[in-house]
């Protein structure tokens, strides 16, 4: 769909510092990444973090406080702390689970070049709903009949599938709705080969540096 291929650290560049943090996506940005993937999950005094495991110590991650966390020396970044990234990086927020999307939508509907994704599609229809003008994707496992038409309904304009189901057929299909392919987590150079001839939109994956390497040698003069 288009002449840029987009490579986005996965939780930033956790093969460098710790998934979801601030140094993790600036370590991404300096090596020529585009953006990154991030996960968002709300806290039960309403505070958004950037945190992918449902758990937390064993105790279920929505049941801590930001306070309780400190309690505990368990240190994590919050959404709000991402604004510093809008404009300067493209950003791909997976919100694990719906019905806060009004928290979401209060942080983050003015940023630029922003992805809402999520596993839980009836945030993405509830978003859609809403008419926010927001860019929506789904971030699918597997392989979906009529995958095309089920995202357009959703009103996703992104589909981030696991990369071992992603094949030349479905990037075809997403395609011919205006949809752009983003698949998680490939890392390796075969893999990258595989679903750039494919006609992906580009990757996500956990060794952004070794992708953007890769593909400034497969694309000599060109950029991400």
């Given at each position: ?10 939780r930033g560049s956790p ?155 479905m990037v075809d299909e ?20 595989r679903l750039r001839e ?27």
């Open positions: 769909m288009s002449d840029r291929f987009l490579i986005l650290g996965h093969t460098q510092f710790r998934e979801n943090t601030l140094p993790s996506f600036e370590a991404a940005l300096r090596a020529g990444a585009n953006g990154f993937e991030t996960d968002l999950r709300l806290l039960s005094d309403n505070t958004a973090i950037l945190y992918h495991d449902d758990e937390i110590d064993d105790r279920d991650c929505e049941s801590y406080t930001m306070a309780s966390l400190a309690e505990q020396k368990i240190v994590v970044n919050q959404l709000r702390e991402l604004e510093q990234f809008a404009g300067r990086a493209h950003m791909c927020l997976e919100v694990k689970r719906s019905k806060w999307e009004d928290v979401v939508l209060e942080h983050v509907s003015k940023w630029p070049d922003i992805v809402i994704a999520s596993f839980d599609h009836s945030l993405i229809a509830e978003i859609n709903r809403r008419k926010t003008g927001l860019a929506l994707g789904l971030t699918i496992s597997g392989y979906l009949v009529d995958l095309a038409s089920y995202a357009q309904k959703l009103g996703a304009t992104w589909v981030y599938p696991n990369y071992h189901y992603v094949d030349r057929a997403l395609h011919a709705a205006n949809i752009r392919v983003v698949p998680w987590t490939p890392n390796r150079e075969r893999d990258w080969d494919a006609g992906c939109d580009g990757i996500i994956t956990d060794f952004p540096a070794g992708a953007v390497s890769w593909f400034s040698g497969v694309t000599p003069g060109k950029s991400t």
